[in-house]
């Protein structure tokens, strides 16, 4: 018998995702001078944040409509002088497949939604993409860690990947991740109820490693397999 699945809708208020947008804009030194460049969907989490930081920082905001094309979205970034922009791992692989060397505008590429493979972000490092690896989950309204522009300078690792300064992290008896922190979503929207969180303290099915404000993510309990971003369940 076939089984409906829908996906939880994480309920946040506009103060959590600016929050978030805040400390992702400092943490990559986001000014009014730069422009973010969307090119994930925007009513993922990872899309949304990246319209959300341009509004926080007053910057300059694209959003490429195209479907999906290294060779065009290479040409939308030049043309818009795009500073900063978050991608998935995939598209990331369409660039170098491409050898699309990187436009001078773009300052910072974050990275999430998956592992970015060393050798595919050592070979985006080559033709000059400044990509930095990141962690996050739409529970935390996008972004938990994200590795500083200073590695750019370093050949690229995936991990690991420096905590932004908003969060708490915990690990569980279970050794799963716990955050809280004030861009925390409010509650779960099921069936058209409000279930609210109930707690400051979110408990992930992320296994992660911790050393100090640093964390290495090692892998999920569940099964699901993420499509642009998004978990889907196969």
């Given at each position: 018998m076939w089984q409906h699945w829908f996906p939880k809708v994480r309920r946040h208020i506009k103060k959590a995702l600016l929050t978030s947008a805040a400390a992702v804009n400092e943490h990559l030194?986001?000014?009014?001078?730069s422009c973010w460049g969307l090119a994930l969907p925007l009513h993922h989490v990872g899309g949304f944040g990246v319209a959300a930081r341009a509004y926080e920082a007053g910057s300059g905001f694209q959003h490429f409509t195209q479907r999906w094309d290294a060779k065009q979205f290479h040409e939308w970034l030049d043309h818009y002088q795009i500073t900063h922009t978050s991608l998935v791992p995939t598209q990331v692989y369409d660039l170098v497949k491409a050898n699309r060397i990187a436009p001078k505008s773009i300052q910072s590429i974050v990275v999430g939604g998956g592992l970015l493979e060393i050798s595919i972000g050592q070979a985006a490092r080559d033709l000059g993409w400044p990509v930095l690896a990141s962690y996050g989950m739409a529970e935390a309204a996008s972004q938990i860690a994200t590795q500083p522009l200073d590695l750019l300078e370093k050949p690229?690792?995936?991990?690991?990947?420096?905590?932004?300064?908003?969060?708490e992290i915990r690990i569980t008896p279970q050794q799963t991740l716990e955050i809280a922190g004030p861009a925390l979503f409010s509650g779960y929207v099921i069936d058209g109820e409000f279930i609210s969180r109930g707690t400051s303290w979110h408990t992930t099915s992320d296994f992660v490693q911790l050393d100090g404000q640093m964390i290495s993510p090692l892998g999920r309990q569940d099964a699901?397999?993420?499509i642009l971003g998004e978990l889907v369940d196969p």
């Open positions: 030194h986001v000014t009014q001078k690229y690792q995936p991990a690991p990947i420096s905590i932004l300064p908003i969060w699901l397999v993420k």
